[in-house]
Nanobody
Framework: QVHLAESGGGSVQAGGSLRLSCEVT?????????FGWFRQGREGIATIDSD???SYAHYVKGRFTISKDAATNTVYLQMNSLKPEDTATYYC??????????????WGQGTHVNVSS
């Protein structure tokens, strides 16, 4: 069973930054599963595979950075140069090995980001 817990959302002005965190329940998962972030409407943002290779949606490339830390079982999303259109609830997702990473099988409860102009 995969449990994901997001945190780090909040309110920020346009141009500001936030870092979202996703705590993963089991240590073995962080090195074998693919993880990522999406926002409401299943709009994919970024993924990071088991080897640590990242992929990004074109509308966040250059602004957002996904990473993971096996020591803390945490997946991060660093969001810079935030825009009002980035306002959404963000979800951390996980996909089991051998499947398309962007087709998340598991996700957490979400954390809300509000960007004001």
């Amino acid at each position: 069973q995969v449990h994901l817990a997001e945190s780090g959302g909040g309110s920020v002005q346009a141009g500001g930054s936030l870092r979202l965190s996703c705590e993963v329940t089991a240590s073995a998962l962080i090195t074998h599963y693919c993880f990522g972030w999406f926002r409401q409407g299943r709009e994919g943002i970024a993924t990071i595979d088991s080897d640590g290779f990242p992929s990004y949606a074109h509308y966040v490339k250059g602004r957002f950075t996904i990473s993971k830390d096996a020591a803390t079982n945490t997946v991060y999303l660093q969001m810079n140069s935030l825009k009002p259109e980035d306002t959404a609830t963000y979800y951390c997702g996980a996909t089991s090995p051998g499947k398309v990473c962007w087709d998340f099988e598991y996700w957490g409860q979400g954390t809300h980001v509000n960007v004001s102009s």
